[in-house]
């Protein structure tokens, strides 16, 4: 059974950092493509950052682009998303899933991530 579990999210100010964790089980992250997709009170899903199965290519949304950092580690079954100078706009649910530049979720609970002074 695939399952993926997400963590690290928490409040933060305004510039602060944040690393978000994906731990897999049921299947190995070298094998597929993942994908970060963050959905904010009141509005759908959106794409956030995919990496490909090797971890050799990685897209970023325009909003987090040069902000947001993807990444992981096979040997872990792990993905991350470093998240620095975060924003107000930040906030969200983040989820992680698997799947190239896609917003379809898998079912898991997702991590809060609160940006506010």
């Known amino acids: 059974e695939v399952q993926l579990m997400e963590s690290g999210g928490a409040l933060v100010q305004p510039g602060g950092s944040l690393t978000l964790s994906c731990t897999a089980s049921g299947f190995t992250l070298s094998s597929d493509a993942m994908t970060w997709v963050r959905q904010a009170p009141g509005k759908g899903p959106e794409w956030v950052s995919s990496?490909?199965?090797?971890?050799?290519?990685?897209m970023y949304a325009d909003p987090v682009k040069g902000r947001f950092t993807i990444s992981k580690d096979n040997a872990k079954n792990t993905l991350y998303l470093q998240m620095n100078s975060l924003k107000a706009e930040d906030t969200a649910v983040y989820y992680c899933t698997k799947g190239w530049q896609t917003t379809t979720l898998g079912g898991s609970q997702g991590t809060q991530v609160t940006v506010s002074s």
């Open positions: 990496i490909n199965s090797r971890g050799m290519v990685k």
